[in-house]
């Protein structure tokens, strides 16, 4: 059986739509097309059978046009047992205009009149769904369908609930046969991987891989999962969002489920998120059920002597807080130990040595996050890091970038300091020392240079007028030359007056020579010095960058 809108119905949609006008649909028509064949597609492009195969033509009561959702409506013929008799197996919807706007291939059905006594008449009822965009406004229906016809959505989905809650049962939250909708990477980027998954009892099934296109984020990638109403149907349908995303109901009321698949923290660090089994056929065959024997099962071989516990039975407690060696904890003193140690530790702040927070941990990056959702840390920290939206959110701590550091306390080493607030770089108050050795009582050579060959000069002071005599002897007397003349014996010598003169006298050139000169020591003393200065934009040791993380 397959029904179709026709070419001509697709048209005068359009057609009323940029006229903005109401698309009526007035009558069904029956007809008996010999050698239709119900089983093929309809030829949408055919008109109206011929006048002699139309067996029967139904004006639609304004009161059996209905609505199911706004791109849905329905039309119902209910034909009574008076009427007859005749066969069907094509059936039209046909609008005011007389265009064939729908049609439907039905097996051959028979249509008969009540006659007493000779023939008991049926009834027959044909519902028409038609979907396409807008299709409610267009059509101007505004009675909702579920009003007059048999409504079996009820039933339905109280079906599909049932069917979802046994594999629920059966899978648990997530089970992902083998690599099935595993993240990995293909030739032209990454995919995942084709194969079936059962989420909160939903079976996805890929065929074929399904590839990524654009730029993925670095963080968690999620399949989010629904059964969807589709026309009368409800069916599974899935899509990938980023980011780590909770279980929650859309506007339309359905209810969608999502699971982590798997962490991208670069093209070559991709972490598999999925809790994976390795079904790769029947589970009958994958759980051993034909003969009830797990060949690997530890637990079938172990008895109360192997334990040494004489009474198995009672040999258990609910209490995290017992010690004793002849007693085993249950699976809820188990849970009770790790609320107790999940509850000490909200509040902690820790380094991870890989970019991304484990489970049960948040950045330490100053985010606003929900009150609710962390209602345990936010009772702890409450506004101390910031009151987020003042409502519903509230600021973690921001720890990117910087050391920590116990909190004084009263101690005194880092005093008047509030806890948990922010404090800036600094170099403690300190001077530098210098010097330079002293270099003890010197001195420093001096000279001067060289005069070359040279002479002094030197001379004797004048004398005057005056005589030169020389001593009487015997005989000696006056000469005949007068005053200027001595007359000594043997004969007469005559000399003049020498008159006024000098007398000079000559030195001898020194030669080439220097001359030096002495420079007085000039003590004990020291010379200053200049320091510079150096380092960079702060002061640090040696560090380790972490990502810290606060637990909640």
């Not at 989420?199 to 989010?224: A, Y």
């Not at 948990?420 to 300190?430: A, E, K, L, P, V």
């Amino acid at each position: 059986m397959s029904a179709s809108i026709t070419l001509a119905g697709e048209s005068q949609i359009a057609l009323k739509q940029s006229q903005k006008k109401p698309l009526i649909i007035t009558r069904f028509i029956f007809a008996n097309v010999p050698g239709l064949n119900p089983e093929t597609p309809v030829d949408r492009a055919a008109g109206k059978p011929s006048a002699g195969q139309i067996v029967q033509v139904y004006d639609i009561p304004e009161q059996n046009a209905g609505f199911v959702n706004p791109n849905q409506v329905v039309y119902s013929c209910q034909l009574g047992s008076d009427i007859g008799d005749w066969d069907f197996n094509w059936v039209g919807l046909e609008d005011a205009e007389g265009v064939l706007f729908a049609v439907s291939y039905v097996p051959l059905q028979q249509k008969r009149k009540n006659i007493p006594p000779q023939q008991i008449g049926n009834n027959v009822t044909r519902n028409f769904l038609v979907a396409f965009d807008g299709a409610m406004q267009l059509t101007g229906v505004k009675i909702d369908a579920s009003t007059w016809q048999h409504d079996f959505t009820v039933r339905l989905a109280g079906i599909d609930e049932r069917e979802r809650l046994s594999n629920r049962e059966m899978y648990g939250r997530a089970c992902f046969f083998g690599k099935a909708l595993a993240f990995a990477k293909s030739e032209n980027g990454f995919q995942l991987n084709a194969g079936t998954a059962y989420i909160e009892g939903i079976r996805v099934f890929m065929s074929k891989p399904w590839p990524f296109t654009g730029v993925i984020p670095v963080g968690t990638i999620t399949l989010d999962v629904c059964l969807e109403r589709q026309l009368n149907d409800r069916v599974a349908t899935w899509k990938v969002v980023y980011g780590e995303k909770g279980d929650y109901t859309d506007a339309a009321g359905v209810r969608h489920y999502c699971v982590p698949l798997a962490y991208y923290a670069s093209a070559t660090e991709i972490y598999d998120a999925r809790p994976a089994e390795p079904i790769a056929g029947a589970l009958m065959q994958h759980f051993a059920a034909r003969d009830g024997d797990y060949a690997n099962l530890r637990a079938r071989g172990t008895t109360k002597e192997d334990v040494e516990l004489g009474n198995l039975p009672n040999a258990k407690s609910d209490d995290p807080n017992t010690n004793s060696s002849e007693i085993l904890a249950t699976t809820a003193a188990l849970n009770k130990l790790q609320k107790q140690v999940g509850d000490s530790m909200t509040g902690m702040v820790a380094g991870f040595s890989m970019s991304w927070p484990p489970e049960g941990w948040l950045r330490c990056n100053g985010a606003a996050v929900s009150r609710t959702t962390y209602a345990r840390l936010f009772a702890m920290l409450g506004a101390h890091y910031g009151a987020g939206d003042g409502l519903t959110t509230f600021n973690l701590p921001d720890m990117r970038g910087l050391f920590p550091r116990g909190w004084d306390d009263g101690r005194g080493v880092d005093p008047s300091r509030a806890f948990g607030t922010f404090q800036d770089m600094m170099i403690h108050s300190h001077a530098h020392t210098a010097s330079a050795a002293a270099v003890g009582d010197h001195l420093h050579a001096a000279w001067t240079d060289a005069q070359g060959n040279h002479v002094h000069r030197t001379w004797t002071d004048a004398q005057g007028n005056h005589n030169h005599s020389a001593p009487s002897a015997p005989g000696v007397g006056q000469g005949a030359g007068g005053p200027n003349t001595i007359q000594m014996s043997g004969g007469a010598h005559e000399t003049s007056w020498a008159g006024n003169h000098a007398h000079n006298v000559g030195m001898d050139a020194a030669g080439h020579h220097a001359h030096n000169v002495g420079v007085g020591g000039g003590g004990a003393h020291t010379h200053g010095v200049t320091v510079t200065a150096t380092g960079g934009n702060e002061t640090r040791p040696k560090n380790l960058a972490l990502l810290f993380c606060i637990k909640y």
